[in-house]
């Protein structure tokens, strides 16, 4: 069963019904001890890193019941959009550290001429490192994309897809049982359906 | 309901030459043990000379009465579209024929994306308008309601008539005299009348018991409106399909070629209301199936066996999942009064006040206006003779 | 590269779907929830719905009606109408909305949009803009469904929606609705030339050209599309579609 963290932010209810509409089954969790029974984690996430990492920090148990699930259990966990921020170490967004699961920065979109921030809309990902995340997407897979504040990884080896919007950022990440994805893919069509197909299927 | 699918294995009498069984209503076999719809069809083919040069001949003539009354006009033929087979090739046939057919479709807001993709593929594929008529989707479901309450087969009566009503509606404003149809008996076979009654009294009827909301953007055909169309707008009823040479499957991979047209797969996923009158509807309420139509049909013409078509017939029908609480979520059904209405004994339309004594008094006027294709044929054979409810 | 934004733009009318021509008469287009399920197939970029009578009426947003589309939908949605007050934005945000847009209640109660924006964020808050040209040949910004002046420049209301925290401006010409006459390019590059949040251009689109126009001439970030997507063409009947994807590419490039 895969569940669904609800620390008070996030896209939840579209998730849950993408898995609904592709069959899988998955629950919407706050609790700790329904957390702890996770096979797989999802951790999603709209809004601003310091209170996200807030909410996180406060919820009773939650950031080490996290951490244990992620390192020591190793269940596999997939971090959407704020939620793949919150993996990287930081954010130039706020100045409280994020989970760190993953080396990597989060730093805002530079001031680049004519460039539009927030990043909103339909782009393209290139596919990197090869993982189980990304099979069958396709050549060039497209998703809905709506955000301030890009990730970088220290390892090019934990970049699984890039994206290019004034600059070239990693818009999927992976190490290990530990994945992100900064687009939407409960808003990304078939292009998200197949990635949530694979997070299942891990 | 279903019986062994071993045609050999089945304790009913069964057509000898189609699939029909004596449960179909107001069947009789005769001595070679064929069904009186067969021998219906054969005088059909005989009368319009199907696919021959008899038919090519006759509908040739209507052809050239086509173009000649729509000489000056935009348009000089309706052809009704549905998404489906038929229509689809129907238009484009008026398409090769020279002629410059209108595109109407009725929607009952319970459309499947395939029929709509279908419908615009085709029509921008041949360059054809298309007329529609949009019901207001709340009051389009009351209607549906209304008929589910009152316990009859007829749950779509209301698209139905609604339907027929728009063709002739359309054909006035744009002074059209030809409305083309895509039936064919040959590849569908004619339904026999039993549970699918339809016209503007019953409607009215219903809704006025049942109904929650005003009709007001529904096409209510009443019996004047009926017969002013037929005799005064002057407006002709062809099947073309009757006349002509029609092969299904031929029909099917033209348009998927040539549009990207896609089939339905026969579980009438074109819409959704369909889909659950055919395949949960009649067979738990009614316990009736009306698929040995369409089989019997390809069986008659000879690209089916009748030991497949038979197995197929007794076979589970293919229910899309969540159908039924699509079905109960859009007509405000909780699941309890579904549960109770799908249970209770099935009414029937000889319960409801229709015009079915008036159609049948006037029988011989009915005729001449069948003879004139001012209404189909399979209207008068339908309407205009006592028919006996269902068992 | 960012695809250039085209959005169905579907107007509900208490529980059914209309079309209208410059804010007047209205026709049936469909039912909400299984007109959604085409756009879904036809895989479009986003979808904005707009309850056209919820402002006038005075009413909140209809939730029931929301919430049967957002479960229908696997790509962003936008809805306006009505929202006057934080609760009821959290109310459609909840449900599955990505953004909320503003219009009559951006001009009655002018902390609203900065309020919305400090909370969800400036690109989940969309400064619905409705526009008229007076007898005189004067643009002004229309609120209630078109039915009161405002008075304002729409260029001057632009700059302030975009400093109270909007995320994206939707431009509409009252005038241009319905027409398939083309957008009204020069208000469109006025509202462009003054803010520097995307601006999504509405009213009157009738051809691939004509989005290409405004995209290309008139600097729209993204095209909202009405009678396009819900009439099989000028003057006739009721199709849903989305204009061949080829064909927007190319006019795009």
Known sequence: ?202 | MLLSPDINQVDLRICSRCIYDERVPAISFDNEDVCNYCRQVESLIEQYGTGQPKGEALFGAILDDIRRSGQRKTYDCIVGVSGGTDSSYLVGLAKEWGLRPLAVHYDNTWNSSIATMNIRKVLAGLNVDLCTHVVANKEADDIFRAFFLAGVAEIEAATDLGYAYLLRKVAARYSIKYILEGHSFVEEGITPLGRNYFDGRYIQAIHQQFGRRRMETFPLMTFSRFLKSALFDQVKFIRPLWYVRYAKDEAKAFLSERFGWQYYGGHHLENRMTAFYHSVYLPQKFGSDMRNNTLAARVRNCTMSRTAAWAEYNTSPYVEEELVSYFKKRLDLSDELYEEVMQAPPKNWTDYPTYKERFERLRPLFYMLAKANRVPMSFYLKYCFPAKAPA | MLRTRIIPTLLLRNESLVKTVRFGKFTYVGDPANTVRIFNELEVDELLFLDITASRERRSPNLKVLADIADECFMPLSYGGGVCSLDQAKGVFDIGFEKIAINTHASEKPGLIGEIAARYGSQAVIASIDVKTGLFGSQTVQILGGKRNTGRDPVAWGKEAESMGAGEILLTSIDREGTWDGFDLRLVKRVTDAVSIPVIAHGGAGSIDHIRQVVKEAHASAVALGSMVVFQKKGMGVLVGFPDQNKREEALA
């Open chain 1, 1 to 202: 069963m895969i569940t669904i963290v609800n620390y008070g932010m996030g896209n939840l209810g579209s998730i849950l019904n993408m898995f609904k509409r592709i069959g899988v089954p998955a629950r919407i969790e706050s609790e700790p001890q329904a957390i702890e029974q996770a096979e797989k984690l999802v951790l999603p996430g709209v809004g601003a890193f310091d209170a996200a990492m807030t909410r996180i920090n406060n919820a009773a148990g939650l950031s080490e019941l996290l951490d244990r699930k992620a390192l020591v259990d190793q269940v596999p966990i997939l971090g959407v959009c704020l939620g793949m921020q919150m993996l990287t170490r930081s954010s130039e967004e706020g100045t409280l550290p994020g989970l760190g699961w993953i080396p990597a920065v989060t730093t805002r979109f530079p001031k680049l001429d004519g460039l539009k921030v927030p990043h909103m809309g339909w782009n393209v990902a290139k596919l990197n490192t090869p993982s189980a995340l990304t099979v069958e997407t396709g050549p060039e897979p497209r998703y809905y994309f709506v955000h301030s504040y890009c990730v970088h990884v220290d390892d090019p080896a934990h970049s699984l897809m890039r994206t290019h919007y004034g600059v070239d950022f990693d818009s999927g990440i992976g190490r290990e049982n530990i994945y992100g994805v900064q687009f939407h893919p409960e808003k990304s069509h078939r292009f998200g359906m197949q990635i949530l197909k694979n997070f299942a299927a891990l």
